[in-house]
């Protein structure tokens, strides 16, 4: 099973600024996506990290936002851009090998 | 587009109850369904999935899930709860190669 380092695990950000989050799995994967669950809530989709290529966002979601990075089989990053308090919510990688893995996640809390 | 219901929010047993977490989604197609479960301050983690076969699946920790696919259901039970399996527990379905998720139960077992 693969296992998943994201970080930071958690940060406190001003608002108007940026926070870009760290995926590494152990292995190569063919799909990585990035999730995001606010508080009280489900895990929302907000994309799929393409290898070599653009990601596929979700509706409600853009790359001006959150732009994604996967330069290859093992790394994604994530980046929330002009933070604003609303953006405040636990994101998570996942990737997908014979099943769906998660990491941690990264509690962002923007003040 | 695919969607996840999950009917209970918050369930409280006692230790030794047997508990039964529904599941409902939308889509009548071929699906896959997973039931994850959130200890606290951990990651996601696997219980059981389900992908075409015997529609009583068995996971981890003495859980299981039935999919009836006439109701569009996959319920997760377990015949004898402990205060270990306190946690939150999650139904998802795929949607393409990625999942969607449902809100989430929180299980609080008291011993």
């Known amino acids: 099973s693969a296992v998943i380092s994201q970080k930071p695990s958690r940060d406190i950000c001003q608002r108007g600024t940026s926070l870009t989050i760290q995926c590494q799995v152990d292995?190569?994967?063919?799909?990585m996506f990035w999730y995001r669950q606010q508080p009280g809530q489900s895990l929302t989709l907000i994309a799929t990290?393409?290898?070599?290529?653009?990601?596929?966002?979700e509706s409600g979601f853009v790359i001006d936002k959150f732009p994604i990075s996967r330069p290859n089989l093992t790394f994604s990053t994530l980046t929330v851009s002009n933070l604003s308090p609303e953006d405040s919510s636990i994101y998570l990688c996942?990737?997908?090998?014979?099943?769906?893995?998660f990491g941690q996640g990264t509690r962002l809390t923007v003040v | 587009a695919q969607s996840v219901s999950q009917h209970n929010h918050h369930v409280i047993l006692s230790e030794a109850a047997s508990l039964e977490l529904g599941c409902n989604y939308s889509?009548?197609?071929?699906?896959?369904l997973f039931w994850y479960v959130q200890y606290p301050g951990q990651h996601l983690q696997l219980l059981l999935k389900?992908?075409?076969?015997?529609?009583l699946v068995k996971g981890i920790k003495g859980f299981e899930a039935e999919f009836i696919k006439s109701k569009f259901s996959f319920n997760l039970r377990k015949p004898s709860v402990q205060w270990s399996d306190t946690a939150e527990y999650f139904c998802?379905?795929?949607?393409?190669?990625?999942?969607?998720f449902g809100k989430g139960t929180t299980l609080s077992v008291s011993s």
């Open positions: 998802a379905v795929t949607h393409g190669t990625a999942l969607i």
């Open positions: 889509y009548g197609g071929t699906v896959n």
């Open positions: 292995s190569q994967v063919t799909m």
């Open positions: 990290a393409n290898q070599g290529s653009e990601a596929t966002y």
């Open positions: 996942s990737a997908l090998d014979s099943e769906a893995f």
């Open positions: 389900y992908f075409s076969g015997d529609p």
